[in-house]
């Protein structure tokens, strides 16, 4: 828990060299492919064909089959290195996602950095602990593979 709220943060290997990575990551409609199917996942709209600083992207999910709107900025950004998306609507009342990248010896370090908090306080606690917490660390373990999957290395 950070003094902002909650924190999940996982890293990751991915063969391959810099570039060709962040090229996959700052494209908006490769979110699909490594989101799970039961979220029903759609980019909407995106206001550039990769992500830059100020770049707003729209998404339709769908969570326990209620539809839902999630709209991103794209605050910070450095080519080849990092880039932060912060939620403007969503059923967060916090997110906010750093993706830093590192050039390593045989591949690239990838870091996931989500500071998030819940509405409804004790409510959004409580959801937290009994559903929510599982559902992004599902979330994760699933981009985790499929990333596996799209940079299976040599």
């Given at each position: ?23 996959f ?70 997110w ?29 606690r ?29």
């Open positions: 828990m950070s003094a902002r709220g909650l924190v999940l943060e996982r890293r990751q290997e991915v063969p391959g060299d810099l570039v060709h990575v962040f090229a990551f700052k494209d908006p409609h490769n979110l699909a492919r490594i989101t799970p199917p039961w979220l029903r996942f759609q980019v909407a709209h995106t206001t550039d064909a990769t992500v830059r600083r100020g770049t707003r992207i729209r998404y339709d999910i769908k969570w326990f089959g209620l539809p839902m709107r999630w709209e991103s900025l794209i605050s910070e950004y450095r080519e080849n290195e990092r880039f932060s998306d912060e939620m403007l609507i969503g059923p967060y009342a916090r906010y996602h750093t993706h830093t990248f590192e050039q390593l010896d045989g591949g690239v370090e990838m870091r996931d950095r989500v500071e998030y908090a819940l509405p409804l306080g004790p409510l959004g409580v959801a937290h602990a009994v559903m929510v917490a599982r559902q992004l660390r599902a979330i994760f373990d699933y981009r985790e593979v499929r990333i596996r999957e799209i940079f299976p290395g040599r």
